[in-house]
Structure formats: structure tokens, C-alpha cells
């Protein structure tokens, strides 16, 4: 009988439930025995595995977070770290890895992919960060979470006559402030791929007051600075009364958007067709709502790209 394992690693996001209950699922339908790893990689090298059945991912769909639960493992980067994680697979007769996580979790499972393991990397990450995939697990939901949370502080913005600067999660990608900000009509958004110019946001901001607008939002993504700085920085330039809102980890829970559920279900469900089909190694995604898969080395190989169109567009249309 085929041997398969999952686990969820680094930060978590909305999603990572039914990916897992979608490996599960489609694996059990095709005879595999199926165990989670609890805390990712680090569990692999306590050897913390659990049996997973199909009751045991009943209820989790529609759950942000992940049951397995997530960790970070220095000692997985190292080559004892390593060997420990395979042996325990090994002594197990475990043959599959399905890791689900960002693009340093991605790392671990090249890792175990050259110790013989045959491996395969969910997208599973807000940041939408992730070379040759259109989309990540979570970023959708994310953008609605964000989408409805800069709603809200548009109305407390507006009865106060303030300049709001709301800062999103997104190191080195600027994408969920980029739709967010064009899903919510924003000011002025600020990513790390477009040399940000506060002078003239701060001149803009102040003509639609002077215009007679009762509020401004911008939107600032982690990897473009920080809320607070933004926030100062305007007022100093602007004169006008500003306030500093960072989103943080609010932005990673929540049940999962209807698509991050139909898009998990579909990547996790393909994991085990291409298992069928003899095909290992690779890191799975969605370009063009085609699945697609890449070795891990084209995927690092490859750069993530925003799709700087859409700001473009926003910039045309604020
Ligand atoms: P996020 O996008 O939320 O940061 P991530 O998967 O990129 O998620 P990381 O902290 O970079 O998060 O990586 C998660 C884990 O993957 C690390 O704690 C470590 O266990 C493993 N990992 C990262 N880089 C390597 C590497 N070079 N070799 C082996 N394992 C690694």
C-alpha cells in the first residue's frame, strides 16, 4: 500500500484545511494510507504523525488556520535535521511528501525530494508570493478580508475628516495591497515593486480635501514601509490629521473565500493524479485556471512578478 504525508508550514493561511482534507480524500479514494505531520517539518523530526482517515478531516473545510498546525525549523535547514525528518518517513515506509507552505517551505521539500522522497509543494501562502502561479491558498480570501476591513475604516475616516494609512501583510510582493487598494477605491497605494513618491501622495491627498472630499485612505504593503512612518510623513507634508492602522495577523484568519476552497480542493486532488502519472518533484499552481506544475529548481529559477497592468490601471482610475 502507497504511503502518503502531508504537513503545513511556515505562515498559515486560509485554505491550508481543505487542501489537506483534499490530499486526504483523493489519496483514501485511491487505497493510499494517509498521515499529517503536525507542525511541519518540525514535526517530521520529532516524528510526529497522525493517522489521517476520512473523519479526521470532516469539518475543516471551511476553517481558517490549519489543524495540523504550522511551525518554523531552523533544524530542518541542516543536513541532521534532514536525515533525521527521512528517516522517520522511511521507518514508516512513507514514499510521498505533500508540503504545504511558502516559498521557503518549498525549500524543505526540494530537500526532501534529493534525499529520495517524492515530494510535492501547495502554494499556501497570503502573500500571493509564489513564482508560476496566478494565485496562492489564501491570498483570495485575504483581498476580501482586507477589502471589507479598509470598508470599515473608510466611515470612521470620514466622520472625523482623517487620512487613514493602513498597512497590509506583503514582504517582497505588493499584491493584496495593490487589489486590495483597487478593490476599494484607495487613494494611494504603495508596493514594494514602485519607488514610492510621499511627496506626491501627500499633494494628491490634499487636493481632494481642498476639493472637498471628507477622508483618504492609502495603502501601504509591509515590504513598501511601515503604517506609523507613512502616517507621520504625510501629516508633516499634508497638514491634514492622519491616522496609522496596521492590519497584521488579522488579515491570515478567517474560513476561507469560496475560491480558495474550489482551488485548494483542485491542487489537492491533482497531487494524486500526478502521482498516477509518475510526475514528482514539483511545486503545483494555477496559471490561466490551468493547473500547472514546475520542479522546485524552475520555480526558484523563476521571478515572482506583480501584474503591474493593474497598477496602471488603479493609477488611471483614482
Ligand atoms: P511564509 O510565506 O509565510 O513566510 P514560508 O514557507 O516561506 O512561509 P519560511 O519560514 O521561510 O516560511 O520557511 C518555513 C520552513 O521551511 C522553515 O522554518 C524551515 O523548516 C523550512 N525551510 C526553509 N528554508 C529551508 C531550506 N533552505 N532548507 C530546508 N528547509 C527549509
Redesign the pocket.
Known sequence: MKKIAILT???DSQGMNSAIRAVTRSALANNFEVYGVRR??KGLIDNDFVKLGTKEVSDILYRGGTFLQSA???S??TPEG?AKGVENLKAKGIDYVVVI?????Y??AQ?LHRHGIKTYGLPG?I?N?IPLTDYTIGFDTTLNLVTDLVGNLRDTMSSHERVSVIETMGRNCGDIALQAGIASGVDAILIPEVEPDLEKVAASVKAGFDRGKSHSIIIVAEGAGEAPEVAKKIKELSGLDTRATVLGHIQRGGSPSSFDRVFSSRLGHRVIELIQEGITGVGLGIESNQLTHHTFDEIFNAKNTIDLKLYQIFQDLV
Do not use: L, N, V, Y
Open positions: 508550514s511556515g505562515g511541519g517539518f518554523r525549523s531552523e530542518f535547514k534532514q507552505g511558502g516559498d521557503g517551505s525549500r524543505g530537500a501562502t502573500d508570493d
